[in-house]
Protein backbone atom coordinates (compact mmCIF):
# COMPACT_ATOMS: atom_id res chain seq x y z
CA UNK A 1 0.00 0.00 0.00
CA UNK A 2 1.27 3.21 -0.96
CA UNK A 3 1.64 6.33 1.70
CA UNK A 4 -0.56 9.10 2.04
CA UNK A 5 0.45 11.52 -0.55
CA UNK A 6 -0.54 14.54 1.24
CA UNK A 7 -0.36 18.24 -0.59
CA UNK A 8 0.11 20.74 2.16
CA UNK A 9 -1.86 23.29 1.15
CA UNK A 10 -4.82 20.88 0.81
CA UNK A 11 -4.38 19.51 4.16
CA UNK A 12 -4.17 23.35 5.30
CA UNK A 13 -7.68 23.80 3.64
CA UNK A 14 -9.58 20.84 5.39
CA UNK A 15 -8.01 21.98 8.23
CA UNK A 16 -9.29 25.06 8.43
CA UNK A 17 -12.99 23.49 8.60
CA UNK A 18 -11.82 20.83 10.38
CA UNK A 19 -13.09 18.64 7.53
CA UNK A 20 -10.23 16.46 7.69
CA UNK A 21 -10.70 14.85 11.12
CA UNK A 22 -14.41 14.72 9.96
CA UNK A 23 -13.47 12.60 6.75
CA UNK A 24 -11.32 10.21 8.88
CA UNK A 25 -14.31 9.66 11.47
CA UNK A 26 -16.96 9.50 8.59
CA UNK A 27 -14.94 6.80 7.18
CA UNK A 28 -15.16 4.50 10.67
CA UNK A 29 -18.49 4.92 10.65
CA UNK A 30 -19.29 4.14 7.25
CA UNK A 31 -16.71 1.01 7.70
CA UNK A 32 -18.78 0.02 10.91
CA UNK A 33 -22.08 0.32 9.32
CA UNK A 34 -21.01 -1.54 5.72
CA UNK A 35 -20.71 -5.16 7.95
CA UNK A 36 -24.11 -5.11 8.73
CA UNK A 37 -25.68 -4.91 5.79
CA UNK A 38 -26.58 -8.44 4.43
CA UNK A 39 -27.17 -9.29 0.57
CA UNK A 40 -29.76 -12.29 0.76
CA UNK A 41 -29.18 -12.84 -2.76
CA UNK A 42 -25.17 -13.91 -2.49
CA UNK A 43 -26.57 -17.64 -1.22
CA UNK A 44 -22.91 -19.14 -1.50
CA UNK A 45 -22.29 -16.92 1.83
CA UNK A 46 -24.29 -19.13 3.77
CA UNK A 47 -24.74 -22.14 1.68
CA UNK A 48 -21.67 -23.38 1.81
CA UNK A 49 -19.43 -23.95 4.73
CA UNK A 50 -16.62 -21.05 5.46
CA UNK A 51 -13.24 -22.04 5.63
CA UNK A 52 -11.35 -18.79 7.08
CA UNK A 53 -7.93 -20.66 8.84
CA UNK A 54 -5.86 -19.02 6.01
CA UNK A 55 -3.80 -15.42 6.22
CA UNK A 56 -3.74 -12.86 3.88
CA UNK A 57 0.07 -14.18 3.25
CA UNK A 58 -0.73 -17.27 2.29
CA UNK A 59 -1.37 -18.09 -1.17
CA UNK A 60 -1.89 -21.96 -1.57
CA UNK A 61 -4.81 -23.93 -0.12
CA UNK A 62 -3.80 -27.58 0.10
CA UNK A 63 -6.03 -30.06 0.57
CA UNK A 64 -6.97 -34.01 -0.15
CA UNK A 65 -9.98 -34.86 -2.02
CA UNK A 66 -11.89 -38.61 -0.28
CA UNK A 67 -13.29 -41.67 -1.46
CA UNK A 68 -13.35 -44.80 0.09
CA UNK A 69 -13.83 -48.72 -0.26
CA UNK A 70 -14.75 -51.47 1.74
CA UNK A 71 -17.78 -52.58 4.35
CA UNK A 72 -17.89 -53.84 8.08
CA UNK A 73 -19.21 -57.14 9.09
CA UNK A 74 -20.26 -59.09 12.01
CA UNK A 75 -17.60 -61.03 13.29
CA UNK A 76 -16.60 -63.69 15.66
CA UNK A 77 -14.17 -64.50 18.81
CA UNK A 78 -10.68 -64.85 17.14
CA UNK A 79 -11.40 -64.03 13.46
CA UNK A 80 -8.65 -63.06 11.64
CA UNK A 81 -10.69 -62.08 8.52
CA UNK A 82 -11.88 -58.69 8.86
CA UNK A 83 -12.52 -56.51 5.74
CA UNK A 84 -9.74 -53.57 5.32
CA UNK A 85 -11.55 -50.81 4.25
CA UNK A 86 -9.56 -48.16 2.35
CA UNK A 87 -9.44 -44.38 1.89
CA UNK A 88 -7.89 -42.82 -1.11
CA UNK A 89 -7.13 -39.30 -1.14
CA UNK A 90 -5.48 -37.37 -4.09
CA UNK A 91 -3.49 -34.01 -3.34
CA UNK A 92 -4.72 -30.65 -4.60
CA UNK A 93 -3.53 -27.43 -4.36
CA UNK A 94 -5.48 -24.61 -4.98
CA UNK A 95 -4.23 -20.50 -4.40
CA UNK A 96 -5.64 -17.56 -2.95
CA UNK A 97 -6.29 -14.98 -4.97
CA UNK A 98 -7.48 -10.96 -3.98
CA UNK A 99 -10.12 -9.13 -5.25
CA UNK A 100 -10.29 -5.63 -5.04
CA UNK A 101 -12.52 -2.41 -5.78
CA UNK A 102 -12.32 1.50 -4.48
CA UNK A 103 -14.56 4.54 -3.75
CA UNK A 104 -13.14 8.09 -3.56
CA UNK A 105 -14.40 11.04 -1.70
CA UNK A 106 -13.70 14.70 -3.27
CA UNK A 107 -12.41 17.52 -1.12
CA UNK A 108 -15.88 19.35 -2.53
CA UNK A 109 -17.99 16.50 -1.05
CA UNK A 110 -15.97 16.23 2.60
CA UNK A 111 -16.14 20.45 3.23
CA UNK A 112 -19.99 20.35 2.13
CA UNK A 113 -20.86 17.43 4.40
CA UNK A 114 -18.88 18.78 7.17
CA UNK A 115 -20.28 22.30 6.75
CA UNK A 116 -23.70 21.09 6.63
CA UNK A 117 -23.15 18.75 9.52
CA UNK A 118 -24.68 15.49 7.62
CA UNK A 119 -23.20 12.41 7.13
CA UNK A 120 -20.92 11.35 4.14
CA UNK A 121 -23.48 9.54 1.59
CA UNK A 122 -23.32 5.55 2.40
CA UNK A 123 -23.47 4.79 -1.41
CA UNK A 124 -19.97 4.01 -2.51
CA UNK A 125 -19.08 2.39 0.23
CA UNK A 126 -22.16 0.21 -0.10
CA UNK A 127 -21.38 -0.49 -3.41
CA UNK A 128 -17.72 -1.39 -3.63
CA UNK A 129 -18.70 -3.87 -0.75
CA UNK A 130 -21.24 -5.60 -2.39
CA UNK A 131 -19.17 -6.01 -5.61
CA UNK A 132 -16.51 -7.65 -4.06
CA UNK A 133 -18.97 -9.99 -2.69
CA UNK A 134 -20.66 -10.16 -5.58
CA UNK A 135 -17.63 -11.21 -7.24
CA UNK A 136 -16.25 -13.78 -4.87
CA UNK A 137 -20.03 -15.46 -5.03
CA UNK A 138 -20.25 -15.94 -8.37
CA UNK A 139 -16.45 -17.78 -8.23
CA UNK A 140 -17.82 -19.54 -5.78
CA UNK A 141 -20.68 -21.43 -8.06
CA UNK A 142 -19.28 -20.75 -11.41
CA UNK A 143 -15.36 -21.18 -10.74
CA UNK A 144 -12.59 -18.74 -13.21
CA UNK A 145 -11.02 -20.59 -15.05
CA UNK A 146 -8.47 -18.31 -16.32
CA UNK A 147 -7.03 -17.74 -12.59
CA UNK A 148 -7.33 -21.34 -11.97
CA UNK A 149 -10.16 -20.94 -8.76
CA UNK A 150 -12.42 -23.62 -8.40
CA UNK A 151 -16.41 -23.50 -8.05
CA UNK A 152 -18.68 -25.74 -7.17
CA UNK A 153 -20.92 -25.59 -10.05
CA UNK A 154 -17.59 -26.49 -12.25
CA UNK A 155 -16.09 -28.89 -9.73
CA UNK A 156 -14.83 -32.21 -12.36
CA UNK A 157 -15.37 -34.57 -9.43
CA UNK A 158 -18.86 -34.50 -8.05
CA UNK A 159 -21.46 -36.81 -9.42
CA UNK A 160 -23.24 -35.21 -12.82
CA UNK A 161 -26.20 -36.51 -14.57
CA UNK A 162 -28.62 -35.56 -16.97
CA UNK A 163 -32.43 -36.06 -16.48
CA UNK A 164 -34.24 -39.00 -18.61
CA UNK A 165 -36.59 -37.93 -21.17
CA UNK A 166 -40.37 -37.60 -20.03
CA UNK A 167 -43.40 -39.24 -21.73
CA UNK A 168 -43.03 -35.60 -23.70
CA UNK A 169 -39.70 -36.33 -24.89
CA UNK A 170 -38.18 -33.81 -22.85
CA UNK A 171 -35.53 -33.26 -19.94
CA UNK A 172 -37.40 -30.23 -18.86
CA UNK A 173 -39.86 -30.56 -15.61
CA UNK A 174 -42.05 -28.35 -17.11
CA UNK A 175 -43.08 -31.07 -19.60
CA UNK A 176 -43.22 -34.01 -17.01
CA UNK A 177 -45.73 -35.34 -15.01
CA UNK A 178 -45.90 -35.53 -11.12
CA UNK A 179 -44.28 -38.79 -11.00
CA UNK A 180 -41.44 -38.37 -13.51
CA UNK A 181 -40.36 -35.09 -11.77
CA UNK A 182 -40.73 -37.54 -8.38
CA UNK A 183 -38.32 -39.89 -9.88
CA UNK A 184 -35.68 -37.17 -10.72
CA UNK A 185 -35.40 -35.85 -7.65
CA UNK A 186 -35.62 -39.24 -5.96
CA UNK A 187 -32.18 -40.57 -8.25
CA UNK A 188 -30.65 -37.34 -7.42
CA UNK A 189 -30.70 -38.01 -4.17
CA UNK A 190 -30.55 -41.40 -3.73
CA UNK A 191 -28.04 -41.71 -6.44
CA UNK A 192 -25.57 -40.41 -3.52
CA UNK A 193 -26.30 -42.46 -0.79
CA UNK A 194 -25.81 -45.76 -2.96
CA UNK A 195 -22.52 -44.03 -3.98
CA UNK A 196 -21.14 -43.95 -0.73
CA UNK A 197 -23.10 -47.24 0.44
CA UNK A 198 -25.74 -45.15 2.59
CA UNK A 199 -22.63 -43.01 4.49
CA UNK A 200 -23.35 -40.12 3.07
CA UNK A 201 -26.82 -38.35 3.14
CA UNK A 202 -27.63 -34.50 1.59
CA UNK A 203 -29.77 -32.29 3.19
CA UNK A 204 -29.52 -29.64 1.36
CA UNK A 205 -31.98 -28.97 -2.20
CA UNK A 206 -31.00 -26.22 -4.40
CA UNK A 207 -32.44 -25.43 -8.08
CA UNK A 208 -33.67 -22.33 -9.62
CA UNK A 209 -37.02 -19.97 -9.39
CA UNK A 210 -38.49 -21.71 -12.50
CA UNK A 211 -37.76 -24.61 -11.70
CA UNK A 212 -39.16 -24.42 -8.01
CA UNK A 213 -42.71 -22.94 -9.13
CA UNK A 214 -43.07 -26.21 -10.91
CA UNK A 215 -42.04 -28.86 -7.98
CA UNK A 216 -44.41 -26.36 -5.41
CA UNK A 217 -47.07 -26.30 -7.35
CA UNK A 218 -47.56 -29.13 -9.66
CA UNK A 219 -50.28 -31.69 -8.32
CA UNK A 220 -50.88 -35.54 -9.77
CA UNK A 221 -53.33 -35.47 -12.97
CA UNK A 222 -56.36 -35.24 -12.30
CA UNK A 223 -56.51 -34.14 -9.03
CA UNK A 224 -57.71 -30.86 -7.36
CA UNK A 225 -55.32 -27.80 -6.70
CA UNK A 226 -55.76 -28.88 -2.91
CA UNK A 227 -53.51 -32.22 -3.30
CA UNK A 228 -49.74 -33.09 -2.33
CA UNK A 229 -47.42 -30.81 -4.89
CA UNK A 230 -44.39 -32.65 -6.03
CA UNK A 231 -42.20 -30.77 -3.33
CA UNK A 232 -44.38 -31.17 -0.72
CA UNK A 233 -44.39 -35.02 -1.12
CA UNK A 234 -40.46 -35.41 -2.00
CA UNK A 235 -40.44 -33.67 1.12
CA UNK A 236 -42.22 -35.77 3.40
CA UNK A 237 -40.61 -39.26 2.23
CA UNK A 238 -37.41 -37.59 2.30
CA UNK A 239 -36.94 -36.07 5.94
CA UNK A 240 -33.23 -36.24 5.22
CA UNK A 241 -33.64 -32.87 2.78
CA UNK A 242 -34.25 -30.23 6.05
CA UNK A 243 -33.32 -27.12 3.33
CA UNK A 244 -34.70 -26.08 -0.14
CA UNK A 245 -33.24 -22.58 -1.51
CA UNK A 246 -33.87 -21.16 -5.03
CA UNK A 247 -30.54 -20.08 -6.74
CA UNK A 248 -30.45 -18.27 -10.30
CA UNK A 249 -27.24 -19.55 -11.01
CA UNK A 250 -28.97 -23.35 -11.60
CA UNK A 251 -30.70 -21.90 -14.59
CA UNK A 252 -28.27 -22.23 -17.03
CA UNK A 253 -25.19 -23.59 -14.85
CA UNK A 254 -24.40 -26.61 -17.13
CA UNK A 255 -22.70 -24.21 -19.62
CA UNK A 256 -19.81 -24.18 -16.40
CA UNK A 257 -19.41 -27.88 -16.96
CA UNK A 258 -20.53 -29.17 -19.90
CA UNK A 259 -20.75 -26.15 -22.29
CA UNK A 260 -24.83 -25.50 -23.10
CA UNK A 261 -26.96 -23.76 -21.48
CA UNK A 262 -29.21 -26.07 -19.23
CA UNK A 263 -30.54 -25.91 -15.56
CA UNK A 264 -29.32 -28.01 -13.05
CA UNK A 265 -31.14 -29.06 -9.72
CA UNK A 266 -28.47 -30.02 -7.13
CA UNK A 267 -28.52 -31.67 -3.50
CA UNK A 268 -25.22 -32.40 -1.22
CA UNK A 269 -24.58 -32.29 2.57
CA UNK A 270 -23.70 -28.97 3.44
CA UNK A 271 -20.85 -29.86 5.88
CA UNK A 272 -17.21 -28.45 6.30
CA UNK A 273 -16.26 -32.10 5.96
CA UNK A 274 -17.81 -32.65 2.38
CA UNK A 275 -16.75 -29.05 0.69
CA UNK A 276 -15.82 -25.36 2.09
CA UNK A 277 -15.54 -21.98 0.68
CA UNK A 278 -11.86 -20.58 1.13
CA UNK A 279 -11.49 -16.57 2.90
CA UNK A 280 -7.63 -15.75 3.87
CA UNK A 281 -9.05 -12.54 4.04
CA UNK A 282 -12.05 -10.66 5.00
CA UNK A 283 -13.19 -7.55 3.47
CA UNK A 284 -11.08 -4.96 4.09
CA UNK A 285 -10.97 -1.42 4.16
CA UNK A 286 -6.98 0.44 3.71
CA UNK A 287 -5.97 4.05 4.63
CA UNK A 288 -7.69 6.30 2.26
CA UNK A 289 -4.78 7.83 -0.16
CA UNK A 290 -4.67 11.53 -1.31
CA UNK A 291 -5.24 11.45 -5.41
CA UNK A 292 -5.21 15.14 -6.74
CA UNK A 293 -8.45 16.40 -5.66
CA UNK A 294 -10.05 13.04 -3.99
CA UNK A 295 -9.56 10.78 -0.82
CA UNK A 296 -9.45 7.56 -2.60
CA UNK A 297 -9.61 4.49 -0.22
CA UNK A 298 -8.86 0.98 -1.39
CA UNK A 299 -11.19 -1.99 -0.65
CA UNK A 300 -9.57 -5.69 -1.17
CA UNK A 301 -10.54 -9.17 -0.12
CA UNK A 302 -9.05 -12.87 -0.35
CA UNK A 303 -10.52 -15.62 -0.98
CA UNK A 304 -9.84 -19.10 -3.17
CA UNK A 305 -13.12 -20.53 -4.19
CA UNK A 306 -15.00 -23.65 -3.12
CA UNK A 307 -12.86 -27.18 -2.11
CA UNK A 308 -14.85 -30.18 -2.34
CA UNK A 309 -13.39 -32.91 -0.08
CA UNK A 310 -16.22 -35.66 -0.58
CA UNK A 311 -17.19 -35.19 -4.60
CA UNK A 312 -19.72 -38.32 -3.57
CA UNK A 313 -21.92 -36.23 -1.82
CA UNK A 314 -22.93 -33.84 -4.16
CA UNK A 315 -25.35 -34.89 -6.73
CA UNK A 316 -26.11 -32.43 -9.70
CA UNK A 317 -28.90 -33.14 -12.62
CA UNK A 318 -28.97 -31.54 -15.82
CA UNK A 319 -31.53 -30.39 -18.22
CA UNK A 320 -34.65 -29.96 -15.77
CA UNK A 321 -35.28 -26.35 -16.93
Known amino acids: MAPYKY ?23 LKAQVFDIKYPRLKSFFLIPVNTEGTPGDTHFEYRIFDFTGIAKTISDYASDLPTVGVYGRKETTEYRDVGAAFNFSDKEIAASKKAGVSLKSKKVNAVRKVIDTKIDNVNWNGEQENNIPGLLSNQDITWSIAPDGAASSTLWSTKTFDEILADLNNLVGGIAILTHGVEQPDTLVMSQAAYNVVSTKTREGGSSNDTTVLEFFLKTHPEIKQVEKLEVCADAARYRTGDGNGVVFAYEKSPDVLEMLINQGVTFHKAERRNLVWRTNVTAGYGGVVVYLPLAISVMEGIA
Do not use: K
Not at 7 to 15: C, F, K, N, R, S
Not at 20 to 26: D, K, L, R, V
Open 7 to 29: LPQDVTALDSIGAASFFNEQLRI
